[in-house]
């Protein structure tokens, strides 16, 4: 009766893979192995093949819900191996939890904070270790720290306050956070990684890295980058703010179609201190990443969902968002407030000249003065437009430094061109595009660039009146 459920029990696990999936469990068998099964060194050397993983891999195996109680005298045959592959590697968010919360030094049921937090930092620098042979992160220059990977360790722990982590503290002597005490019960820790995507598409990837079974069709978004390949940038000439973690975390949020690559644009280490140089470099190009770094370390930015444009009045869709990476990481999306969220105006003598993204004018959730020079991120108690906290040290900030990356294709130059065959008078002169709107004037010509082939032209009489327009003003 015991080998008939034995043998039943093999043929569900291996029911979880196709033919090629169990192909390359065999062969993946016998290269960690020579023997009939594997024992923990063997696991270990396979692991540190590839990477410096600092997780007792083998007691997972060992002891994870497929396999508690099967495993005799720590040697683990192919079946029981395949079982943990497919725990690991195709299981829920339960069965993903129970490996994770092994990794972590479960006990009774419960895991220490301390543990989850060492865990979670040891899948960040294997990610890390994993993506340097991606195609798109060599076409970045960069450098990360261990602070870096303990930033967004604690920014994952503390998402949805799954951990009362403090996002402030300081690397001890030991190159360590002090994460404070306590434990989670495997249902917590479940439904924490149930939330956190970024995270477990992470652990995803290191997993498939070290046993590499999975089907090609089936692999394509565990092996798919974070990273955006970057474009338009001699970096002997200029360096970027961010860093790999940094540039994952704000390209996961974005939409998808914007994710493949980023286009420089402007960089005041580049192009100068002037807010008319960034005017010249960033108008009409489409969605973007401000990024910004104040003189006390913060970094912080946005999300620009539309081509920046000069205007009197807030414009935008909600698609935009803050988002802050030092000292904390935090992205703050639209409440439905307010539609405050994009503001970008110069030469006006009755209005904020500067750019500017959510609250309102004078008290934006984050602003850049046209000066240049000086900010100020408003939020007591918050942004109402994006609801987001206080991203610079202090509400009124001394600019270090600015980027802003174009994201996603380029538009093609045809498309460029019908654009500009159609564009209205009154966008190529913006100043008094500026003054019709601030006068409530309704611009009747804003529908002329939808005008269809077969509609009439505009007429001589209607241009000239248009060309006084400024003047009448």
Request: contains cysteine.
């Amino acid at each position: 009766m015991g080998g008939a459920e034995s043998k039943k029990k093999e043929a569900e696990i291996l029911q979880l893979f196709s033919v090629e999936e169990r192909q390359n469990i065999h062969k993946l068998f016998q290269h960690i192995s020579p023997n009939q099964s594997i024992t923990e060194p063997f696991l270990k050397k396979h692991i540190e093949k590839f990477i410096n993983l600092d997780l007792d891999v083998f007691h997972a195996v060992c002891h994870c819900g497929i396999n508690k109680g099967q495993i005799q005298d720590k040697h683990v045959t192919e079946v029981q191996f395949a079982g943990f592959l497919a725990q690991c590697l195709k299981g829920t968010y339960s069965e993903k939890a129970d490996v994770f919360c092994l990794l972590s030094g479960r006990d009774d049921g419960f895991v220490p904070v301390r543990k989850l937090y060492q865990t979670v930092n040891n899948v960040i620098k294997s990610y890390l270790h994993i993506s340097k042979s991606d195609t798109p992160c060599k076409t970045w220059k960069y450098q990360v720290s261990s602070e870096d990977v303990s930033r967004l360790s604690i920014s994952f722990l503390a998402q949805n306050k799954f951990c009362d982590i403090d996002r402030g503290v300081e690397e001890n002597s030991q190159n360590e956070i002090d994460v404070g005490g306590g434990y989670k019960s495997q249902d917590e820790v479940e439904d924490w990684l149930s939330k956190c995507h970024m995270f477990l598409k992470m652990f995803d990837r290191v997993f498939y890295h070290l046993f590499p079974v999975i089907s090609k069709d089936s692999a394509h978004n565990i092996i798919q980058s974070f990273m955006p390949a970057a474009s338009n940038v001699d970096w002997n000439k200029t360096t970027t703010i961010l860093e790999t973690l940094s540039i994952s975390y704000i390209n996961y949020h974005l939409p998808r179609e914007h994710q493949s690559i980023w286009r420089l644009l402007y960089s005041n280490s580049l192009h100068g201190d002037s807010f008319a140089q960034l005017t010249r470099y960033v108008l009409g190009k489409g969605p973007n990443v401000l990024l910004v770094k104040d003189k006390d370390g913060h970094v912080f930015g946005a999300y620009v969902s539309d081509s920046w444009e000069i205007k009197p009045t807030f414009y935008g869709s909600s698609e935009c968002f803050l988002f802050s990476i030092k000292p904390n990481y935090g992205v703050y999306t639209t409440t439905g407030y307010n539609s405050n969220y994009i503001y970008f105006n110069q030469g006006q003598e009755t209005m904020p000249n500067g750019l500017g993204l959510g609250g309102q004018l004078d008290y934006f959730g984050l602003w850049i003065d046209y000066t240049f020079n000086n900010g100020h991120s408003k939020a007591v108690p918050k942004c109402t437009t994006y609801g987001s906290p206080q991203l610079s040290k202090n509400a009124d900030f001394s600019v270090d430094s600015i980027e802003i990356w174009a994201v996603g294709p380029e538009r093609k130059k045809h498309d460029s061109d019908d654009e500009e065959s159609r564009v209205s008078i009154l966008d190529k002169d913006s100043g008094a595009k500026a003054l019709l709107e601030l006068a409530g004037k309704k611009q009747h010509s804003e529908g002329i660039r939808d005008l269809e082939e077969d509609e009439a032209p505009l007429t001589e009489e209607m241009k000239k009146k248009m060309n006084v327009i400024p003047k009448m003003m």
